[in-house]
Structure formats: structure tokens, C-alpha cells
């Protein structure tokens, strides 16, 4: 009798013999799978992704919960806190599993991402094939080369490169959308699509929508009256349950505590449809980096609109009506355009949550080209689409090298800034010290301490904090010790944590520590600040005249170096000691920096003022560009600051210099160029600038503080 175990090698044979002799449907396949990974290794092999940082801070949360999830521990940012401050349970179990195999994280999630994106690329070819050829193994040749083109044209994509090499969640959540929409589009509500919708919902609950789209047909085509269909949707949607159980259980809501983070600092989550209609416009001027996806999204959405259109008409007439993959995915891409306008109305991170329209105006353009070919030309005209396609990959590849080199400058700015500043945190601060800061990725996975979040991405109790734009008291309830702030731009645009130096109900009391930052660079979107300050907190004063005193009191030999001008006397016992600015330096010039959508943002500052007699009381003041060479009044960027209100309240001493901290914004409408920064004190009307002491009238009121320059807005829509 034979050996089961000598059979074994041949039977493996057998398999591989039928595989390539054409038994296997998935054999047609494998020409295109080979070509996507083969295209996707050079690719790699060129970008070079990097090991020493992320483009971004957000993938290292995503890894402070796998080493969380790795050891075996409820899910928690901090040991012994549980929270929910990721919002992809499937991604953060996927990193959980390399940690338990790797000792270089950062390199095992960059060969597992770029390994997902060749899958979504693949999915791509499928569903596309599947729209061309129909299943038919006579009408292959060139449409499946142009399926295998909407693969390539998906990885060609500098956008896609520069995520592949970001570790997040986006090509998972692709690839399972995709395969989604390609099983339900051709098989209909079976167990496929809805284990595949499933995985979706834990990869991102946004892929609700596709749930949504599939039901939408289902509905159209009668399928809701048989039981198959309902089998269908609960097994799509039972497995997330104990998600929602979790996130009700931790964070109190069925959605996980970043969303509600997100909506409490800086992105609106009000259905605002005039605000909605303005965002849609705003992502498709931020597709000119993409000019090949800036005339095909368009048609996507126009595509999706008509299948709605269709659905609701087959309602109407008790029609009944089917969608292809194709149609399917376009009326996936309007409702979650759709969500994103009406909620979350954010580019952050050069529109990741929209890449997979991407993908999907690829797809549909090459089944509504061969739709349009097929009915005007016939057979004879299949080369254009494909040539079409060839055009679009080429015009994708034209613009790797812009987004390799914005990749490049992205990790070296949060290796410089976001890293650098963990581990001096790490290496400079108590075990037991309590950090607060507003990017808590870097922080956590390498800081080693306790920390407070001010973005509401780990604690929902700090949204009603953020939502009064009163960071500060979240800050002074939650006892850290320490905490970093953002700059350039700076979170004090959205929380006021800034303000807790001069104003609120208890004024806090900062020493400085240590400052990391990065040039600034133009980018497509925001996608962090440009530099991170690390202040120890030293305690809050009580808002009283002695309290004030005590924060805002500094000695002569505190004074900044870089008060190098002599001191300004002005009338009513004013003398204006100079003005700290938290610049970058050209030369000799201080520059502005423009920075996007955040429509004021300028610099921080700080002024120093001096009593000349203790019955002086402070002046009020403010800030103004004036024009290099003049031919233009002066704008007024700070007016009766804090200063003027009293917030220094009793007489001053005279040893005893003021400091006030500001936060300068620009008004969106100035005009680039070289300006000069000046100081005016105002007289008792709060109206006319008093002339500094010792002059005789004839000059201009007021004192230079430095020469600056504003740059341009090179992308100022975006």
C-alpha cells in the first residue's frame, strides 16, 4: 500500500499542472498579479521607505495599542487606562502580530503596507475585468491589459506611494472595499461579500457606506424579500458588535473616542451643506497635484449621482434594477464623498480618507471608456481605452518624484521634531512625569511616560473642554507636569491653550525647556507643525492682582539675549523693552510663515514692558506691519492687547520688567513682501499713537521692532 506521505509531492504537482493548463479559472490572473508586484518592488526599491521615521505621528498610536494588544493587555495608550484612541481595530491586530515576529517594527509595517496596496491594486483588476470581459475567456487581450493598466495607474500614484511608506490603515481598508464591491457586484449578497464587508466595518467604520451602496441594490433588485439577503446583511454586521460594545463600554459612544476628538478641536462636524458643497469644490482644486484624477473624479461622482438617479427612479416606477461593480462603486464614491463634506471636512494627511476615490475613478473610467468605445466603434476601437490607460499610468509616474522628495521632508521633519522631542522626554523627565501635548503618537511609543492628551483623541472627557476652545483647564485639571506645544502652526488656534499664560481662570506659569523644529516646507495639506516646545509646568496663579504680578513678573537678568535694542520711553511712564519673536531667519530678515486653511496664522511673540514711576499704569498699545519703504498705511495685527485690559492690574515695579506671551495672526488678505514690525502706545483716547520720548513730533509714532517678510501663499486654496 502506497504512503499517504509519498503521494503528498505529487499530488502538489498535479494541482500546479491544471493551474497552468488552464483548469483554474484564477490562472488569467496571475500574468497581472506578477506585474503589480514586480511594479510595486521597483517602485519600493526607488521610494526607499524609511526606518528611522513616519511622514506622520499617527501610525506610532496605532502601534502604542499593538504593543498594548502584543503583551496581552486590555487596549490602552497609557498601561492600566483603557481607551480607544484608534479607530481601526483590524489594523492595530494586524501590527500586534508583526511586534510578536519583528524586532523592526517600522520596517515589517512598510513591506506589509506596500504588500496591501499590490492586493488593492489587484482588486482594482478584478473588478474591472470582471466589467470588461465578463468572466469570458474570449474576450481577454486587451481589456485585461487595460484592467491590469487601472492596477498599475493605482500604484503609479505619488499619493499612493507616499502612503504605502506612512503605515496606516488606508490600503487595508482599500482592498477590502474593493473585493466588497467586486464579489457583491458579481455574485450578489453572499457570504463573500459579507465577510468581506465585515472586515471592512473593523478596518474603518466608514465602510458602512459600501454596506449602505450594497443594500441600496439589494432593494432596487428586489433582493430584500428573500431571506439569502438578510442572512447577508447579518453577517456583515454582527461580527462589529463587540466593537461597539467596547467603544460604548470605554468611551461612552458608539463611535470611538477620536472621532469625537477630531470634532471638538478642529474639524467641524456640523451638516452644513453650504460649508459641504465648499469642501467638494476644495478637493477637487487639491486633485491639480493629480491632474489625471482632477478630470476623472469628476466623472466618478457625476457616474455615481446617475446610478442614485436610476435607484430612486426604479423606486418610483416599482421597477426593479441591478448594479454592476462598476455602478456599485460609483454610488459608494457619492456617499462617502458625501460623509466626509457633511462631517468630517478635513484634508489632513493629503486626503487619506479620499484616496480610495481614487481608485475608483481609475476603475470606472476604464469601464465607462470601453462602454463608449464598444457603442461607437466596436471591437475595432478596444486600443483607445487601453492607450488612454497607458497615458493615465504615464502621468501618474510624472509625479513621483515630487511627492518622493515631499516624502522625504515629511520623515525628516517628524524625525527632527515629533521623535526628537519623545525621546528628550524620555531621556530628560522623571519616570512618574505626566506629559500633556497634542500629537501623542512619537510620544507614547518612545517617551515612556504617562500621557495627557489634548486633542480628545484617548479621554472623551476632555471634549467639552475642547469644544470651549479651554484646553487650559483640561490641562491644569489632569496634574501633568509637562507638556509640548505645537508651533507654526500651533494648536492655540484651536484650543487657546496659549491663553492660559495671560488669561482664564487661572493664569499658568511656564518654564521653558527645550524647542524642536523643522524648516517649513509648502505641502498640499497641513499635515502637522513645524516645530514642538517641551515647557515644564511650574504652577497656576490665581486670577488677582497678585497672581498676575506672579506670573508675568520676570527679573532684568531673565531678559532674552535677544533684546539687544536700547529700551523705548513712552508717554504716561511706558518704557517698551523689545519684542522676543519665534521666527525663522533669512539672512537678516524675519519671515512670516503663510500657512494653509488656518486663514490668520502669523507668529508667536513675546513683549517686555517696564514701569517708569509706580504710579504708571499700563499702556495701551498694539502691533502693526508697516510696508518697507512706506506707500501703504500700515495693518494693525494686534490692537489694546492684553496689557490694555488691566490684566496687569496695581502698580508695577520698577525692577521688576512685564512679559507678555502673544500669538500674532495675519490677516488673510495681506499681500506678500517685506514689511517692518512696530510697536504704537495709544494716548487715553485708545485712538491716536503717541511719539516715543525724546523725539520731536516729526518722525513716525512708534518703535521698530525688526524687519520681517511675508511669503506668498503658493498654495493658497489648499
Not at 457633511?342 to 487619506?352: D, E, K, N, Q, V
Request: glycine share 8%; charged share 20%.
Amino acid at each position: 500500500m502506497d504512503d499517504p506521505e509519498s503521494r503528498a509531492p505529487v499530488a502538489a504537482r498535479r494541482v500546479v499542472r491544471r493551474a497552468w493548463s488552464g483548469r483554474q479559472p484564477w490562472r488569467r490572473h496571475l500574468p497581472a498579479a506578477c506585474a503589480l508586484l514586480a511594479l510595486q518592488l521597483s517602485l519600493s526599491l526607488w521610494w526607499s521607505p524609511s526606518t528611522a521615521a513616519y511622514p506622520i505621528d499617527d501610525p506610532y498610536v496605532h502601534l502604542v495599542y499593538a504593543r498594548s494588544l502584543a503583551h496581552g493587555d486590555p487596549l490602552a495608550f497609557n498601561p492600566g487606562e483603557p481607551s480607544l484612541g484608534t479607530s481601526s481595530p483590524a489594523w492595530m491586530t494586524a501590527l500586534a502580530g508583526l511586534l510578536l515576529v519583528t524586532d523592526d517594527p517600522l520596517a515589517a509595517v512598510h513591506v506589509l503596507v506596500a504588500l496591501l496596496f499590490v492586493a488593492w491594486a489587484f482588486a482594482v483588476y478584478l473588478l474591472v475585468e470582471a466589467e470588461l470581459c465578463g468572466g469570458a475567456a474570449s474576450r481577454t487581450g486587451l481589456r485585461r491589459g487595460a484592467a491590469m493598466l487601472c492596477g498599475a495607474a493605482v500604484l503609479a500614484s505619488g499619493q499612493t506611494q507616499w502612503m504605502a511608506a506612512a503605515g496606516m490603515e488606508t490600503p487595508l481598508e482599500g482592498l477590502l472595499l474593493f473585493l466588497a464591491a467586486w464579489a457583491h457586484g458579481t455574485r450578489g449578497p453572499g457570504r463573500t461579500s459579507a465577510l468581506l464587508l465585515a472586515a471592512a466595518l473593523w478596518t474603518r467604520i466608514t465602510a458602512a457606506l459600501m454596506l449602505l451602496a450594497a443594500g441600496l441594490r439589494e432593494a432596487a433588485a428586489g433582493g430584500w424579500a428573500r431571506r439569502a439577503t438578510w442572512r447577508w446583511a447579518a453577517l456583515a454586521t454582527l461580527p462589529f458588535l463587540p466593537w461597539i460594545a467596547t467603544s460604548l463600554l470605554v468611551g461612552g459612544s458608539v463611535l470611538p473616542t477620536t472621532a469625537g476628538g477630531k470634532t471638538a478641536t478642529f474639524v467641524p462636524g456640523d451638516p452644513d451643506p453650504a460649508a459641504a458643497a465648499e469642501f467638494v469644490l476644495h478637493y477637487l482644486r487639491f486633485l491639480r497635484h493629480t491632474p489625471v484624477l482632477r478630470l476623472l473624479v469628476p466623472l466618478l461622482l457625476l457616474f455615481g449621482l446617475w446610478q442614485f438617479g436610476r435607484l430612486v427612479a426604479a423606486g418610483l416606477r416599482r421597477r426593479r434594477v441591478s448594479l454592476s461593480p462598476a455602478e456599485l462603486l460609483g454610488l459608494w464614491s457619492v456617499l462617502h464623498l458625501g460623509l466626509f463634506a457633511l462631517t468630517f471636512r478635513s484634508f489632513l494627511h493629503y486626503g487619506r480618507y479620499l484616496l480610495p476615490l481614487s481608485a475608483a475613478a481609475l476603475a470606472v473610467a476604464a469601464v465607462l471608456a470601453f462602454r463608449v468605445v464598444d457603442r461607437r466603434l466596436g471591437p475595432r476601437g478596444a486600443w483607445l481605452p487601453v492607450v488612454l490607460l497607458a497615458a493615465a499610468v504615464l502621468l501618474q509616474a510624472a509625479g513621483l518624484p515630487a511627492w518622493r522628495r515631499l516624502y522625504r521632508r515629511d520623515v525628516d521633519h517628524v524625525a527632527r521634531v515629533h521623535v526628537a522631542a519623545a525621546r528628550w522626554v524620555r531621556d530628560h523627565t522623571p519616570p512618574d512625569a505626566v506629559v500633556a501635548a497634542y500629537d501623542i503618537g512619537a510620544l507614547g511609543w518612545l517617551g515612556g511616560r504617562r500621557v495627557v492628551d489634548l486633542f480628545g483623541l484617548l479621554d472623551p472627557a476632555s471634549h467639552p473642554y475642547l469644544e470651549r476652545r479651554a484646553a487650559a483647564e483640561y490641562l491644569r485639571r489632569s496634574g501633568a507636569a509637562w507638556v509640548l506645544h505645537l508651533q507654526d502652526p500651533n494648536a492655540d488656534f484651536h484650543t487657546r491653550l496659549y491663553r492660559a499664560e495671560y488669561d482664564g481662570p487661572e493664569l499658568l506659569d511656564l518654564r521653558f525647556r527645550a524647542a524642536f523644529r523643522a524648516p517649513p516646507y509648502d505641502q498640499p495639506t497641513v499635515s502637522q507643525s513645524f516645530g514642538i516646545e517641551i515647557h515644564e509646568l511650574l504652577g497656576w496663579h490665581p486670577v488677582t492682582p497678585a497672581g498676575r504680578r506672579a506670573q508675568f513678573t520676570i527679573v532684568r537678568t531673565e531678559l532674552p539675549p535677544g533684546l539687544r535694542d536700547p529700551p523705548v520711553d513712552f508717554p504716561g511712564g511706558a518704557r517698551f523693552l523689545g519684542c522676543e519673536l519665534l521666527l525663522p531667519r533669512v539672512g537678516e530678515t524675519l519671515v512670516l510663515q503663510r500657512v494653509l486653511f488656518v486663514p490668520t496664522l502669523g507668529f508667536r511673540a513675546t513683549c517686555y514692558w517696564q514701569p517708569l514711576e509706580p504710579a504708571a499704569h499700563p499702556p495701551v498699545w498694539r502691533l502693526l506691519l508697516a510696508p518697507a519703504g512706506g506707500g501703504a498705511p500700515p495693518r494693525v495685527v494686534v490692537e489694546s492687547h492684553a496689557l490694555a485690559y488691566g490684566l496687569l492690574e496695581g502698580p508695577w515695579r520698577p525692577d521688576e520688567p512685564a512679559r507678555e506671551p502673544l500669538t500674532v495672526w495675519l490677516p488673510p488678505e495681506l499681500p506678500p513682501g517685506p514689511y517692518e514690525l512696530r510697536v504704537e502706545v495709544l494716548g487715553p483716547d485708545g485712538r491716536t499713537p503717541r511719539a516715543p520720548l525724546g523725539t520731536d513730533g516729526s518722525g513716525e509714532p512708534g518703535t521698530l521692532v525688526a524687519p520681517v517678510r511675508v511669503l506668498p501663499r503658493t498654495r493658497d486654496e489648499l
